[in-house]
């Protein structure tokens, strides 16, 4: 584990900057953390790896990046549009990405493992799609997920997301609800989340929550989040908390 922070040497931390006042705390008082997928617990954006595999690839990853980059008002259109540019691929393709091009960020297993003998709920909540968190969510010992459904037919994806009980899309507003309700049927405080992301869409429950993180974060997060990760892995944010 790297060293405990020492907010009067910050100086001594390069990469990692906090915009608000610190005082050093056990990891055990805070219940949740909410983490997004792409470029956050993975080093990739799924989406753009799909997208490159059917040829579309430069297409789909400007849009991801103006969406992430907060220039695209209406996210859930803009997933709709990108998913559309998907239609044909056959599933063995998408799983594919998982296989061969999917690594998770450097110190993630660190920080989630760190996380768990803490006692915190662990949760997934992305505009990525079911067929990679579920994977994850056992591989990583998650406790929920909130994502998307890829329709399929007949082995290949049809270009369009299955509606589910919660609703449509699961954009920016979506992972506030669900971290939202994590912390409900917990009987725990929205300020006892950590929420961890990288993107525009990850704003919202990132001001729902007590700590926000902003991992090599887009400038929209970075202007806002309480944490910025700017060089290391994930495990960094353990810095923060004192043992115990």
Request: charge should be negative.
């Amino acid at each position: 584990m790297p060293e405990p922070f020492d907010p009067t040497a910050s100086s001594a931390y390069p990469g990692l900057s906090l915009r608000r006042p610190w005082t050093p705390t056990s990891l055990s008082a805070y219940r949740v953390i909410a983490f997004d997928m792409d470029s956050t617990l993975v080093a990739i954006e799924t989406l753009d790896e799909m997208a490159a595999l059917m040829g579309r690839g430069a297409e789909v990853a400007a849009i991801t990046e103006a969406a992430m980059r907060g220039e695209i008002s209406d996210y859930k259109q803009s997933l709709r549009e990108r998913v559309a540019l998907l239609a044909g691929m056959p599933q063995a393709l998408a799983d594919q990405v998982y296989d061969e091009r999917l690594t998770l960020n450097p110190g993630a297993e660190e920080l989630i493992g760190a996380c768990k003998r803490a006692g915190l709920y662990c949760l997934l909540a992305t505009g990525g799609f079911t067929c990679y968190t579920d994977r994850l969510r056992q591989r990583l010992g998650l406790d929920d997920v909130r994502a998307n459904v890829l329709e399929t037919r007949d082995g290949k994806l049809t270009g369009r997301l299955l509606p589910q009980s919660w609703g449509d899309i699961c954009d920016g507003e979506e992972k506030k609800n669900k971290l939202l309700e994590v912390c409900a049927r917990l009987g725990a405080a929205p300020g006892q989340a950590i929420a961890v992301g990288d993107g525009a869409n990850d704003l919202p429950m990132m001001r729902a929550a007590g700590l926000s993180v902003g991992f090599h974060p887009k400038p929209a997060v970075r202007r806002e989040a309480d944490v910025t990760i700017e060089a290391g892995g994930l495990d960094r944010l353990l810095q923060l908390f004192t043992p115990g």
